[in-house]
């Protein structure tokens, strides 16, 4: 008979932090609405099942705070998953890394990883602006930093733990299954999202799959829960 798991995180917790991370994906300007409903299959019935899915908006850092902000686990969690939204596609842009610094900062946390992450900043290409590509696709990758400079953010990733089976299915989801990670993204038969892959433009690449095994571990171990679906 399949357990009952134990919710670590409120309804009202949840739906904070959903908001939070579609704002970390607008982040950058270039989010559709066909990207917009990608997002909302992919959490639909995993995080909140009503219908407060059909009208998630933005939310400002300090309005996160007032929800997230009092226990600081789940302040540190809840970045922690921005971080993975924002690296999600290879590509870590300063509207991104600037939004991450607001939400750090209302909820009162200073983390040495946002600013190691600083290293995998990719900066536009003159030269491609000119040819009129925006400005996302204008982004450049930076050389790849010498691992001792990413290690206090990758330690902050790997120190996440899993406690709630919303938040594992939700990373299950967002994450690949293996790599080459490479892929497109349709949506009723159109393409709308273009996935790299990520082993190779990721300097991040084993924090993310190990989250993504944390998550499969705790649903399967703890939840007791049917997992071939994410494998």
């Keep these: 008979m399949k357990s009952v798991t134990q919710l670590a995180y409120t309804d009202e917790q949840i739906y904070t932090?959903?908001?939070g991370l579609l704002t970390i994906a607008w982040a950058d300007g270039d989010?559709?609405?066909?990207?917009?409903e990608l997002i909302a299959q992919i959490t639909k019935n995993d995080l909140i099942p009503d219908d407060r899915l059909n009208s998630l908006s933005t939310i400002e850092p300090e309005e996160l705070a007032a929800v997230l902000g009092e226990d600081k686990n789940i302040a540190e969690n809840f970045l922690?998953?921005?971080?993975?939204?924002a690296i999600a596609d290879g590509v870590y842009s300063a509207p991104e890394a600037e939004l991450l610094y607001k939400f750090s900062d209302a909820l009162g946390l200073e983390l040495e990883a946002l600013k190691s992450l600083e290293h995998t900043l990719c900066e536009p290409d003159k030269n491609k602006i000119e040819e009129g590509l925006g400005v996302k696709e204008s982004l450049v990758s930076p050389p790849s930093p010498h691992p001792d400079l990413l290690h206090p953010v990758k330690d902050w990733l790997d120190k996440m733990e899993i406690h709630d089976p919303r938040l594992a299915k939700f990373i299950c989801k967002m994450v690949p299954s293996q790599c080459p990670f490479e892929r497109d993204v349709k949506l009723f038969g159109r393409q709308i999202v273009h996935i790299p892959p990520l082993c190779k433009l990721n300097p991040l690449y084993e924090q993310l799959v190990g989250l993504r095994f944390r998550s499969l571990s705790y649903l399967a171990d703890d939840c007791q829960e049917d997992i071939s679906e994410y494998i």
């Design 31 to 36: 989010f559709s609405p066909e990207e917009k």
């Design 17 to 19: 932090w959903l908001r």
């Design 80 to 85: 922690r998953t921005g971080v993975l939204v």
